[in-house]
């Protein structure tokens, strides 16, 4: 069974930073792009960055340049967002993603 499971959301102020992890199972990660998007109170969901199978491409949303860094670890099934500079626009609920396999998403607000 595919499971993809985000954590590490919760409340920063404006400036702060964050660290999002996505545990996976049930397939082989490797074999896999994976990204991370967002999605807002009524807005779309929206694509936020991905990295290539081994990591060493990755993309950003213009949103994210910068100030966000996609990385993974194929050894431990892991994906990880580090967002820096976050800012009260970046509130959202971010979700992993692999194939056409999401995660459940983790709140993330950006307020003083």
């Known amino acids: 069974q595919v499971q993809l499971v985000e954590s590490g959301g919760g409340l920063v102020q404006p400036g702060g930073s964050l660290r999002l992890s996505c545990a996976t199972s049930g397939f082989t990660v490797r074999s896999y792009p994976m990204s991370w998007y967002r999605q807002a109170p009524g807005k779309e969901r929206e694509h936020v960055a991905t990295t290539s199978r081994t990591g060493d491409i990755t993309t950003y949303a213009d949103s994210a340049k910068g100030r966000f860094t996609i990385s993974r670890d194929n050894v431990n099934n892991m994906m990880y967002l580090q967002m820096n500079s976050l800012k009260p626009e970046d509130t959202a609920v971010y979700y992993c993603?692999?194939?056409?396999?999401w995660g459940q998403g983790t709140q993330v607000t950006v307020s003083s």
């Open positions: 993603n692999a194939n056409a396999w």
